[in-house]
């Protein structure tokens, strides 16, 4: 029998309006993913959430390099966004957003702590040089199936989801539980254009609590 797992994407207080790499509307995600916890315990189904964990010196921050953040750069050789400093290990910013239910959580990952190389996906950095560990925890769960949703699309929800599909996972993403950074405007649509192309199923929140 497969098995589910609920995965929610850096809901973390830097993403949310006032925080350091704030997402339009990125706080609108919260009431969606206390709903798909609420049901995801009725079922019996594991919680998960990663947990954007950056050092202070993070080679991805905009001081560090000294350039204009959003920009765009190289970092190891990597195609690299210049990003305002967020997230920062053991920082306000960097826990998750007070009206989140974080106590149903199951198990966290944190990515991201190299500092000389970003982690987007919630499963391995942006060179596939590491994993964070989350594949084999779900492995060891038996979890065959990832209902994922969260901040940012464009970014973390993205490589998360286009990961998880490489790894063999059965995803569904929860297109009203996230929001994207849009450095332009067309982002998150093409976001969610390459996740279902590449074999994610794409629901609203009320369609798949009815499923």
């Known amino acids: 029998m497969s098995q ?7 809901l973390q207080n830097d993403f949310c ?7 339009a ?18 079922r019996g189904e594991k919680v998960l959430a990663s947990q954007d964990w950056h050092p202070a010196d993070h080679g991805s921050f905009a001081g560090v390099q000294q350039r204009v953040a959003f920009e765009q ?3 190891d050789g990597l195609a690299q966004t210049w990003w305002p400093v967020h997230c920062v290990q053991h ?5 998750f957003h007070a009206d989140l239910n974080h106590r149903a959580i199951d198990f966290v990952v ?3 702590s190299n500092p000389v190389i970003d982690s987007y996906s919630a499963f391995f950095d942006n060179d596939h040089r590491q994993d964070t560990g989350l594949h084999r925890w779900l492995q060891e769960n038996k979890i065959t199936q990832l209902v994922i949703l969260g901040l940012a699309t464009d970014y973390c929800v ?7 599909l490489a790894l063999g996972y059965d995803v569904t993403v929860i ?17 969610f254009a390459a996740m279902a192309d590449a074999g994610a199923r794409l629901m609203v929140s009320d369609a798949y609590c009815a499923s």
């Open 4 to 10: 589910r797992a609920l995965l929610l994407i850096d």
């Open 17 to 23: 309006p006032g925080g350091a790499l704030a997402v």
């Open 25 to 42: 509307d990125g706080d609108a995600t919260l009431s969606v993913a206390n709903r798909l916890i609420a049901l995801s315990q009725s």
């Open 73 to 75: 750069g190289l970092l």
């Open 91 to 95: 920082s306000q910013g960097a826990e």
């Open 110 to 112: 944190r990515k991201g």
């Open 158 to 164: 993205k490589f998360t989801v286009l990961d998880a």
């Open 175 to 191: 297109t009203d539980g996230c929001r994207g950074v849009n450095i332009l405007a067309v982002d998150s649509d093409q976001a």
